[in-house]
């Protein structure tokens, strides 16, 4: 086989692939066009979510985890003194509620 007729082969392949490509872009249009929305959306959610998680409590007005979660922390370490060290112990010691 000379060079010139796998170079005819190659670029022939070449066509077809990009023929076919075209095809199942021309017959898949509207799936291929949701589907790259869907992506963008949440390319578009994700970064926000990433924003606003390392903001974290730099500005005053937006909420985010570094302004809810220290304020919560103590409470859920109360909690879970209480039902795994504690194991339900009331204040005084005793079995709580009772």
Known sequence: MKK???HQIKR????T???RGTFYVE???RRLAIA?????VLAAGLFGGWVWWSAGGDHPDV???????P???????AWIQ??????GEGPGGGEAGG
Not at 12 to 15: F, G, K, S
Not at 63 to 69: D, T
Not at 71 to 77: I, L, Q, S, T, Y
Not at 82 to 87: A, E, K, Q
């Open 17 to 19: 692939a990009i023929e």
């Open 82 to 87: 209480d039902v795994f060290v504690h194991r």
């Open 12 to 15: 022939d392949e070449l066509v």
């Open 36 to 40: 790259t929305v869907a992506l963008v």
């Open 63 to 69: 909420p985010g985890p570094g302004i809810g979660l």
């Open 71 to 77: 304020r919560c922390a103590p409470a859920v370490h």
């Open 27 to 29: 017959n898949h249009a």
């Open 4 to 6: 010139t007729e796998r």
